[in-house]
C-alpha cells in the first residue's frame, strides 16, 4: 500500500440481490414511512412469496433481508426458502413511541406521548400490505415482526384483527399495557411468536427494569395465548432482534 491516504467513501449497506425503496408522505393521522423490499430473483410462484414485514426497518431490514436471502439458498437444511421482506420506518423525527402506542401507558406524570397506533395500524393494512401483493408477496402468509414497543404493537395489533397470518413479537414492551395478554385471540385465528434475552430480567439489573417483567411477561403470555416462546440465552434486549431472526424466519416461511 503506498503512502496516498486511504478515505472510505459513504456508502448504502451491500445487500445480496438488492433492494427497492419507496416513500410514503404523512396522511390525515397516518404516519409518513419510507418502504424497503427485498424480493427473491425471477417471478414469484403463482401463490406469492411469503412475506415478513419488519417494523423499525431502519435498525433491523438489512439483517432481516440478508438473513432471508442466506437461508434460502439450501432450504432442506434451514427450512427457508424464497421469501420477500419488506422493511417499515418511520419517516425521520417522527415520535417513536406514540407512533407504536395504542394505549396511554402507564403513569409518568403527564410526560407520555398520545397514542398514534392506530393510524399505523390503517396505514400498514391500507397500503402497506396492498403494496406488497402488488409486487408478488401471498397475503396469506404475511407476517408481521417488531421488538421493544413495535414488538408491543405487534401484540396490540394482533388483538384487533389485523390481516396478517402470523405475528413475530420480539421482547415486546407489554409493561406499557399489560392487557394486552389478555386481549390475544387463539392461535387457530392467526399464529404468534415470541421472543425474549434472559438477560433482559437477569438479577443485578436496576429495580425500575426489573419491573418491567421483560421476561416474566412473555411466559404469561405464551401461557394463555399457547403461543411459541424462545428465551435466548446470553441475549439481551438489544441483542434478542438480531439473535431471533432466524427462527423468525423459519416461523413466517413456513407453508
Not at 65 to 84: H, N, S, Y
Not at 181 to 188: H, N
Request: with cysteine; aromatic share 6%.
Amino acid at each position: 500500500m503506498d503512502s496516498a491516504p486511504c478515505v472510505f467513501s459513504p456508502c448504502a449497506p451491500p445487500l445480496s440481490g438488492g433492494c427497492r425503496a419507496l416513500s410514503l408522505a404523512a396522511e390525515r393521522e397516518a404516519p409518513g414511512l419510507t418502504l424497503w423490499l427485498s424480493a427473491p430473483d425471477g417471478e414469484p410462484p403463482a401463490e406469492g412469496w411469503p412475506l415478513l414485514v419488519v417494523l423499525e426497518g431502519e435498525a433491523y431490514f438489512t439483517a432481516a433481508a440478508e438473513c432471508a436471502r442466506r437461508l434460502a439458498r439450501r432450504p432442506q437444511k434451514t427450512r427457508v426458502g424464497p421469501m420477500m421482506v419488506m422493511g417499515v420506518a418511520l419517516a425521520p423525527g417522527a415520535e417513536r413511541v406514540g407512533a407504536f402506542a395504542f394505549t396511554p401507558g402507564p403513569d409518568t406524570g403527564g410526560g407520555a406521548p398520545a397514542p398514534r397506533g392506530a393510524g399505523l395500524l390503517r396505514r400498514l393494512v391500507d397500503d402497506v400490505l396492498p403494496l406488497a401483493v402488488q409486487h408478488g408477496a401471498d397475503p396469506t402468509r404475511a407476517a408481521l415482526m417488531g421488538h421493544s414497543m413495535s414488538g408491543q404493537f405487534v401484540l396490540e395489533a394482533r388483538a384487533r384483527s389485523a390481516p396478517f397470518a402470523r405475528f413475530a413479537a420480539v421482547s415486546p414492551s407489554i409493561w406499557w399495557n399489560p392487557a394486552v395478554i389478555d386481549a390475544q385471540p387463539s392461535q387457530a385465528q392467526s399464529e404468534l411468536f415470541l421472543a425474549v434475552g434472559a438477560q433482559e430480567e437477569a438479577p443485578g439489573l436496576p429495580g425500575p427494569h426489573l419491573a418491567r417483567r421483560m421476561v416474566s411477561n412473555l411466559r404469561d403470555l405464551a401461557g394463555a395465548a399457547g403461543a411459541a416462546l424462545s428465551i435466548l440465552a446470553d441475549e439481551d434486549h438489544g441483542s434478542t432482534p438480531f439473535a431471533s431472526l432466524p427462527a423468525i424466519l423459519r416461523f413466517a416461511a413456513r407453508s
